[in-house]
């Protein structure tokens, strides 16, 4: 139902509300009669709403209802291997059929929609051109026609980097050499040569390269000028020091009146100071693994990390990972994120593994012989402790994610910080990867 109400919600179609019979399937009452099927009740709305959607050529119109039946055909249940090939489809295509938005579109996105706002962290990659054409469906279709899910897609979007321009100073002024000499008025024999005149001098702006401000830093102080720094220096203590007293006093009596003041400033500076210390990362020992009953590309383990019983957690490493492989492996994992509900299933933490940048190899990352389940690791200069709960609205882990990478030796580190345990540092088999 969720799906035909996005799809009545974009095409702006005005007419009776779609109802379920007694069998579950959809069905809609017009005045040609009673229409059931997504597909069916799909077409019928996009030709009579206000949104016309024109097809170029029969071949597109062919296209289109191949991808309406095998929505139907295909995608109940939704199982990965189907998943799959969308996504590979989608690796060239901005649409699934030609350059605009068909009825094509919005059919499979509505169907998919909810498995796609349900992969976890592991998968994005997997489906990642799935994933940002249903995000382009669903921007193009608009808020109202999204609040009819109930859960929302989110994922970890890469976020462009503006490059640093700089001014280039201008090139001197080429001297004319091949000016003649100019002669005197009164006729006289000897010319007179006029001397060429220098090239000008550019700018002192033009040469200034544009560049941002380096950020402030604690007990930094060395560098240019020692009269301008101190200079700046004095003004920016005295502005800091106004400014600390208004805002202390401020807050001092705010926080008199309400008791909430100080949790608040604390989730605040947890926002801005978001680092690898924060999170609760262990080593474990998986005891058992199985495939995942509703997700071909899940496994569902069970990992000793040290607790009262060993803990769930859903990894997508079915395609990278033999299940041999997985029975009995040391791993690491993020206890502390908020549970989560995966294909109906729940997990509740996240293993840590290194993938290239072309997400074709994927493997778990290895802790040192002899570490004790339930170790803490620990990064230098990062100290904890750690957050009771990663509170996903806050996008910690998108925060640590582009800084969590192996060396060329394949070992992992956050911002040069290596993965510590009392016997040593956590190794990978992927050299300069990632690491989520």
């Known amino acids: 139902m969720e799906a035909l109400r996005f799809i009545l919600s974009y095409s702006g179609y005005v007419g009776t509300e779609p109802s379920t019979s007694a069998s579950g399937e959809l069905?809609?009452?017009?005045?040609?009669?009673?229409?059931?099927?997504?597909?069916?009740?799909?077409?019928?709305?996009?030709?009579?709403?206000?949104?016309k959607m024109q097809v170029s050529t029969p071949e597109a119109q062919a296209q289109i209802d191949e991808w309406l039946t095998w929505s139907v055909t295909e995608l109940s249940p939704l199982i990965d291997d189907k998943l799959f090939k969308l996504n590979d489809h989608l690796t060239t295509r901005t649409f699934l059929v030609g350059r605009t938005l068909t009825i094509a579109d919005l059919v499979v996105c509505a169907v998919v929609q909810p498995a796609a706002a349900s992969?976890?962290?592991?998968?994005?990659?997997?489906?990642?051109?799935?994933?940002?054409?249903?995000?382009?469906?669903?921007?193009?279709?608009?808020?109202?026609?999204?609040?009819?899910?109930?859960?929302?897609?989110?994922?970890l979007k890469p976020c462009f980097q503006e490059p640093v321009l700089q001014q280039l100073a201008p090139p001197p002024k080429a001297v004319d050499t091949s000016a003649k000499p100019q002669e005197s008025k009164k006729g006289a024999s000897q010319a007179v040569a006029t001397p060429p005149q220098a090239p000008a001098a550019p700018e002192p702006s033009a040469s200034i390269s544009v560049q941002p401000a380096p950020a402030a830093k604690k007990d930094s102080g060395t560098g240019g000028s020692k009269s301008s720094q101190e200079g700046a220096s004095a003004k920016s203590s005295a502005a800091a020091a106004e400014g600390g007293s208004k805002s202390g006093s401020k807050s001092g009596a705010e926080g008199g009146k309400k008791g909430g003041g100080n949790a608040t400033a604390d989730t605040k500076k947890e926002e801005e100071e978001a680092h690898i210390g924060l999170l609760d990362i262990r080593v474990g020992t998986i005891v058992k693994v199985d495939k995942h009953p509703n997700a071909d590309a899940l496994y569902l383990e069970e990992i000793d990390l040290g607790e009262e019983k060993p803990r769930q957690v859903i990894s997508g490493l079915v395609k990278f990972v033999p299940q041999d492989k997985m029975q009995g492996r040391r791993v690491l994992v993020v206890c502390n994120l908020k549970a989560a509900k995966m294909r109906d299933v729940m997990s509740y933490g996240m293993v840590l593994c290194a993938s290239n940048d072309a997400h074709d190899q994927v493997d778990p990352v290895i802790p040192p012989q002899g570490v004790p389940n339930g170790e803490r690791i620990v990064f230098e200069g990062f100290p904890g402790p750690p957050l009771e709960e990663v509170n996903p609205k806050k996008k910690i882990l998108e925060k640590l994610f582009p800084d969590m990478k192996t060396d060329a030796g394949g070992v992992p580190n956050y911002k040069g910080a290596y993965f510590m345990t009392s016997k040593g540092p956590v190794t990978s088999t992927i050299p300069n990867a990632h690491v989520a």
């Open 27 to 51: 069905q809609l009452q017009t005045k040609q009669g009673l229409i059931t099927g997504l597909t069916p009740i799909s077409r019928h709305v996009v030709s009579h709403g206000t949104k």
């Open 119 to 155: 992969f976890p962290v592991a998968q994005t990659l997997h489906f990642a051109n799935l994933l940002r054409w249903c995000d382009l469906i669903l921007n193009l279709a608009g808020t109202d026609a999204c609040s009819h899910f109930s859960k929302k897609l989110q994922f």
